[in-house]
DNA sequence: AATAATATTTAGAATAATTCCAATTATTGC
DNA sequence: GCAATAATTGGAATTATTCTAAATATTATT
């Protein structure tokens, strides 16, 4: 599995501009969550990581994806108290959780839509970021 | 420290309704949540009930927790990963998490802010639940 | 290209929140 | 008050994640 040379770029200018390295497993784990979009969690990385990278281990697929959060390439989603879930959609946008399927759905959000959340924040308080997460049935599993 | 009647009957209602027993412990726990309503962890929870119940055992927090969220009668709240939090406030409200001084806050929602967030599923999804946690700085760490 | 300095990976141990379990105790319906 | 059932208890088990220290890889320097 390849990288795509957009994303190496990415990545790499963000390793450096934070004094990390690019090594093949950050490359190899940051290439896994662009080519299968289904917010895996990080057991679920590390399982289709070892099909190219055998020797590759857990504690390294968690120490990749904290330095991939850290970095921002990806955000940590979490649903209640099941294992975090990775997810390299860098727009602003909710989860959707089928509570039927388990599917996580991408819901992408409005600039005006954010503005309104934040507009009925009391007096004094400021958000640098919102986490939106419903929950219920999706498209699939409809009656 | 004492249950007010109108919580009292609420809790023996619901517990009723769903065919379970009112207990010390369970009233106590719920006694807890409505007087000090700042979000607390089952072992906050724990070391607060002990103080006037000395032998209620950690399993039993939990277990009361669990019944009286089954209940509908109090809330989990979820940051992250961190411990998870019981509420007590039943209103349509999210979660303001302050970094700086760890504070949780209710944030009313209206209707419309609702429904407004329920209109930007996509045709087919279904929600019975959103849940929105802002993170920053509230109006007491404010520069 | 070799070497030194530093960062990363690795396997396994440690941690922390929560759940499970089996025995005891409390509550309810007769 | 007694039997039936449900809840509580303490401790063990579980699970996701983090920590640790040794081995390995990468980068900078000669």
Chains 1, 2 share one sequence.
């Not at 990749?64 to 979490?78: A, G, P, S």
């Not at 509570?99 to 959000?109: A, K, M, Q, W």
Request: charged share 25%; glycine share 4%; with cysteine.
């Amino acid at each position: 599995m390849q990288l795509e040379p957009q994303y190496k770029e990415l990545l790499d200018t963000a390793l450096e501009g934070s004094g990390q390295r690019a090594t093949k497993q950050r490359e190899h784990v940051y290439a896994l969550l662009l080519q299968k979009r289904d917010h895996p969690t990080a057991d679920e990385i590390y399982a289709r990581a070892r099909s190219e990278m055998p020797t590759i281990s857990l504690a390294t697929v968690y120490n990749c994806l904290e330095t991939l959060v850290e970095t921002k390439l990806i955000r940590q989603v979490n649903f209640e108290r099941e294992p975090t879930r990775y997810c390299p959609n860098l727009t602003q946008h909710a989860h959707f959780y089928c509570r039927e399927s388990g599917e996580i759905v991408d819901i992408e959000l409005s600039d005006q839509l954010i503005g309104e959340l934040m507009k009925v924040l009391p007096k004094g308080f400021s958000a640098q970021h919102i986490d939106i997460a419903y929950d219920g049935k999706c498209n699939h599993c409809h009656d």
